[in-house]
């Protein structure tokens, strides 16, 4: 069976916005705990704009903000953009909800694991992620900021069926550089995981990508869910994560629910594991509570479910407070995805 996964560098205009909307967020909840942040932005050359609700006693400087992640990601224009902001203050709709300590939205959000991978990540994603992660470090003078990864791994064989590397570079690199870095990026990323190199490598296969970035695409908040998650392995909710603070259960209760099916990984009750949670608005506790362990689970499904009801505190106010959420810095999750970084609190 072969399955592809992919994953975008920081430089990524999309990867641009999350990191944006991340910065709001935790500059807000830094300054007051309490903060309600549900910001977006957008980018398309130099131009940014962010809009969104923002309950605070903090007003954030959101200039400031976007120019320290412009710094480093799209350094030609980080001190020479226009910006326009769009805020108002949280929906009183919305709001009645959340001071009742309900949810403050319906919706339903997937957590995953599966023990393929140290980090209970898909094997194709890791791959691709590691992939971006040692050309974000190498930050090789050739290179561009913009970068993609992806990866088809064969489970069937257990071995790699193709590489690909699309990345920025300068304009008078030669190609032949270009795929040399790459491919020894690849090398490397399969000798750490112990697979094979006879794979497909693929480099820029246009040939050439000088222009990237918001100069050659627009960036937006949240549309980059498959890389934020498990590479496609996993159904999701729909929801996106980045810009919102952790009242928002399309962001903590997809944390929570990854924290529950990497327990029941870690606890040898399931080799894979899909855990669904739904929420109504106004309303603490969870609607429904949905578990798959795709033919790997040594239990019941109805006994896993009451395994899960009996030790978490699935209410908003419990997941914020399970989890530490008003004490996370949320832009250490723009990037590489959200469950990379296995220091998080979901993730330990």
């Known amino acids: 069976m072969l399955f592809t ?14 990191q944006i909307s991340d910065a709001v967020v935790t500059d807000c909840l830094k300054r007051d705990r309490n ?14 704009v962010v809009a969104g609700e923002i309950t605070s006693k903090h007003e954030p400087d959101i200039r400031r903000l976007v120019r320290s992640v412009l710094m480093f990601t799209e350094p030609a224009i980080y001190d ?16 009645l909800g959340v001071d009742k300590k309900g949810a403050g939205d319906q919706g339903s959000m997937f957590g995953y694991a599966t023990n393929e991978t140290h980090k209970m990540l898909p ?91 918001s ?10 869910l498959m890389c934020d998650t498990y590479g496609g392995m996993a159904r999701h909710g729909g929801g996106a994560f980045s810009g919102k603070d952790p009242t928002k259960l399309d962001r903590s209760g997809a944390y929570m629910a990854r924290k529950i099916a990497k327990d029941i990984v870690r606890q040898n009750h399931a080799g894979k594991c899909e855990v669904q949670l739904a929420y109504a ?8 509570i949905s578990v798959k362990t795709f033919g790997t689970g040594k239990y019941p499904r109805p006994n ?42 979901w993730e330990v």
């Open 5 to 18: 996964s992919e994953q975008v560098s920081a430089g990524h205009p999309d990867k641009i916005c999350d």
């Open 123 to 213: 094997l194709p994603f890791v791959l691709a992620t590691d992939a971006i992660e040692r050309l974000d470090l190498a930050r090789h003078t050739a290179l561009g900021k913009d970068a993609k990864a992806q990866v088809t791994y064969d489970y069937r064989k257990k071995h790699i069926d193709t590489f690909l590397i699309s990345t920025q570079h300068q304009e008078d690199v030669d190609p032949a550089d270009v795929y040399d870095i790459c491919r020894n990026i690849m090398l490397k990323v399969a000798d750490a995981h112990s697979l094979n190199r006879d794979f497909h490598v693929l480099v820029n296969p246009t040939g050439r990508f000088v222009t990237g970035g």
């Open 215 to 224: 100069f050659a695409d627009t960036g937006v908040t949240g549309r980059k």
């Open 304 to 345: 896993l479910v009451k395994w899960i009801r009996k030790n978490y505190d699935l209410t908003p106010n419990g997941i914020i407070s399970t989890l530490g959420l008003r004490d996370v810095d949320y832009t250490r999750t723009a990037t590489l995805g959200h469950f990379w970084n296995q220091s998080m609190p």
């Open 80 to 95: 020479d953009f226009d910006l326009q902001t769009f805020i108002t203050r949280q929906s009183p709709d919305i709001a």
């Open 281 to 288: 608005i106004g309303v603490e506790e969870p609607v429904s």
């Open 35 to 48: 903060s309600r942040v549900a910001v977006e932005a957008l980018i398309k050359e130099n131009h940014v």
